[in-house]
């Protein structure tokens, strides 16, 4: 059965760090691309970042580039992103999926397998 389950949410304050995890099961994650999510609330579910399984390749949305990064366990089949200088913007709920075409994509209609998400809470 195929399952990601994330972990590692929080609340911090602004310019904080947290480190989400992406735990996989029921497949091989270096088979896939995984993508990271988030939807705050009354707002539509938007692309964060993404890792292609295929060449390493790592992608990010214009509003966390250079403070977020993503990044792989093989042996652990566990997929991170590791959330620095975060801002009271960055709440929301963080999701994790696969993509369910080869390459790479921030769109959450090309996603599959969604977890249950873990909370992210930034105060001021």
């Known amino acids: 059965q195929v399952q990601l389950v994330e972990s590692g949410g929080g609340l911090v304050q602004s310019g904080g760090s947290l480190r989400l995890s992406c735990a996989a099961s029921g497949f091989t994650l270096d088979d896939y691309a995984i993508g990271w999510f988030r939807q705050a609330p009354g707002k539509e579910r938007e692309g964060v970042s993404c890792i292609d399984m295929a060449d390493r390749s790592t992608y990010y949305a214009d509003s966390v580039k250079g403070r977020f990064t993503i990044s792989r366990d093989n042996a652990k089949n566990t997929v991170y992103l590791q959330m620095n200088s975060l801002k009271p913007e960055d709440t929301a709920i963080y999701y994790c999926?696969?993509?369910?075409?080869?390459?790479?994509?921030?769109?959450?209609?090309?996603?599959?397998?969604w977890g249950q998400g873990t909370q992210v809470t930034v105060s001021l």
């Open positions: 999926a696969i993509l369910k075409r080869y390459g790479s994509s921030l769109a959450p209609m090309e996603y599959d397998y």
